[in-house]
């Protein structure tokens, strides 16, 4: 089975996906809660199950929601509490989260939950400022503040004045707006469908002060000529390491190098249109805005204890900082002290591994139930994508639909899987109409992939197949063979596919990942698992939905 990062690299999630919700942590107080469900989320919403993935993300909100933001607005800086310390990620993994349940329920059509959870994401940040020479402090920075206010007051400070030194971790900040731009975005988006012009408007406008190359963008967005929005995110987040005295600070090294590649979108035969990237994780987390101050505050007590025997900080400083000879030896007589240096805090270097480096946002307006949409992030071959089955949205006049989409980062020299540039659909599906001779049901040797009802059955009844069985002896065939058909036998949770080899009867959504490649490749016949799968008499001969010239399973 693929790792995570495996699976998301190759756009293969449903292994992964349902490894881990079958192993998730069930108590709120283990470390591990929130870091599971945050993975399965994302996984699930790219495989294409919104509704499962609205489940897992209704607990994460939850969480994020009543126990993650300070009485300033600010994301909280530690766990629920100093003793349990429950994982909840870094401020940047905690509004990409808040801003995936947005996409979930706008996928599902329900814009005014997608309107609060995008909403939730813009908590206000905690900015420490520059250095001397106007660059941003990083956390080692911080904390080395942090220590020398507290271990050398000033002399003359009012007692106000020490009091703030000595809490410089609660009040050496300033409380900044949010920066993040996917999520502004998605807010516009969401009051634009339920009608809140003004507050739309005051999110795009805060887009171009954030990023101007967004204009053209925005400008599309505010016409309202669209009704299709696609999230588009490509690449792996940068991986959490520690660094600094015995690795008690994190910092987040990128896994996918930071560009400025445009992602190419075409629409039947017009020619392409090119976006540019509207959030870059990585620069997300390399700010201290976004990053936690647990580590900070774990890292204190080591920091403190070594400065009392020596100048380490001075090396460890000196030397991460291109410092002079002087600077870094002034501190090596302190690296004797390993005993001390074991008593410290390690950094907890878990993190979300399957957050994407990079999102694209691009609306559309689709009228053809055909339509040909190729993707493609620029000089990344194995990025290309063409979505099948994504028509114009159902519902009324002005209805909008969004889908999130993640691309394949294999190699950056590898080419594309045949299954995301194949265009068709080889199985009958919920969604689409394609392929038109659908002979059998899948478990029975056909490419019939759908759940079992009349309207099918009929369909084989007047073709001459099945004549003799009913709806409830083929629903029976299902349960023989222990088929679920609809999430509601699955808890709520869509399990893997039989076409991948698992045990649900649920389609992904069209214009998903998860649909391209569940349906855009040929899979191993279905080998039947019960007698009475295996003892239904078959007309012969069986004659299946030929491959064209040329094509191979």
């Known amino acids: 089975m693929r790792t995570p990062t495996a699976a998301l690299r190759a756009g293969d999630y449903g292994g992964p996906r349902v490894d881990i919700h079958q192993n998730m942590q069930t108590k709120r107080s283990d470390r591990a809660y929130l870091l599971d469900r945050m993975r399965v989320g994302v996984l699930t919403l790219a495989d294409g199950y919104p509704q499962s993935a609205q489940t897992i993300f209704e607990e994460v909100y939850d969480v994020l929601r009543t126990q993650g933001i300070n009485k300033d607005k600010t994301i909280a800086s530690i766990a629920i509490n100093e003793d349990i310390k429950v994982w909840k990620g870094e401020p940047f993994e905690q509004a990409l989260a808040l801003t995936y349940y947005s996409m979930t329920q706008a996928t599902l059509g329900s814009w005014d939950n997608a309107r609060a959870a995008a909403n939730s994401s813009l908590f206000r940040l905690r900015d420490f400022g520059e250095d001397e020479d106007g660059e941003r402090i990083d956390t080692f920075e911080i904390a080395r503040r942090a220590v020398e206010y507290e271990r050398a007051i000033e002399a003359g400070d009012t007692p106000e004045e020490a009091l703030r030194r000595a809490n410089y971790l609660d009040h050496g900040y300033t409380a900044r707006d949010s920066d993040f731009t996917l999520g502004y975005l998605l807010a516009g988006i969401a ?25 053209r963008l925005v400008q599309a967005l505010r016409d309202g000529t669209y009704n299709t929005v696609l999230v588009v995110s490509y690449g792996l987040g940068p991986r959490k390491e520690g660094y600094g005295p015995d690795n008690s600070l994190a910092r987040f090294a990128p896994r996918t190098p930071s560009d400025d590649a445009e992602l190419r979108v075409r629409v039947g035969e017009v020619m392409g249109r090119t976006y540019v990237p509207v959030q870059d994780v990585n620069v997300m987390a390399g700010d201290h805005m976004w990053n936690n101050l647990a580590d900070v505050r774990a890292a204190k007590s080591t920091i403190g204890t070594l400065m009392i025997y020596g100048g380490v900080i001075a090396a460890q400083y000196g030397s991460s900082r291109g410092g002079n000879d002087d600077t870094v030896y002034a501190g090596l007589g302190a690296l004797v002290l390993g005993a001390i240096l074991k008593a410290g805090a390690h950094v907890d270097t878990r993190y979300c591994d399957v957050m994407p480096q990079r999102f694209y946002i691009v609306p559309l307006y689709l009228s053809d139930p055909n339509e040909r949409i190729e993707l493609e992030v620029q000089g990344r071959a194995s990025s290309k994508m063409l979505l099948s089955g994504l028509g114009p949205p159902a519902g009324p006049a002005g209805t909008t639909q969004l889908r999130y989409i993640h691309l394949v980062s294999n190699h950056i020299h590898a080419g594309a899987p045949s299954w995301a540039t194949s265009g068709r659909v080889f199985y009958k599906n919920p969604y689409t109409d394609e392929p038109t001779n659908a002979t059998l049901p ?16 009929d369909g084989y009844h007047r073709v001459g197949i099945l004549k003799d069985m009913t709806l409830a002896d083929l629903r029976e065939l299902y349960r023989a063979e222990g088929i679920d058909t609809a999430t509601e036998d699955q808890s709520g949770y869509a399990d893997k596919h039989i076409l991948e080899g698992g045990r649900s009867l649920v389609s992904p959504l069209p214009g998903t990942t998860g649909f391209v490649r569940l349906f855009g490749q040929r899979h191993p016949a279905y080998r039947p698992k019960s007698k009475e799968v295996a003892s239904v008499k078959l007309p012969e001969p069986v004659i299946d939905n030929p491959l064209p010239q040329g094509d191979s399973p």
């Open 191 to 215: 009051n634009q469908q339920l009608g809140r012009a003004n507050e739309a408007d005051d999110h795009y406008l805060r887009v171009i002060e954030l990023d101007d190359r967004q204009e």
């Open 442 to 457: 899948y478990i029975l040797g056909g490419n019939d992939a759908r759940p079992p009802t009349q309207r099918m059955l």
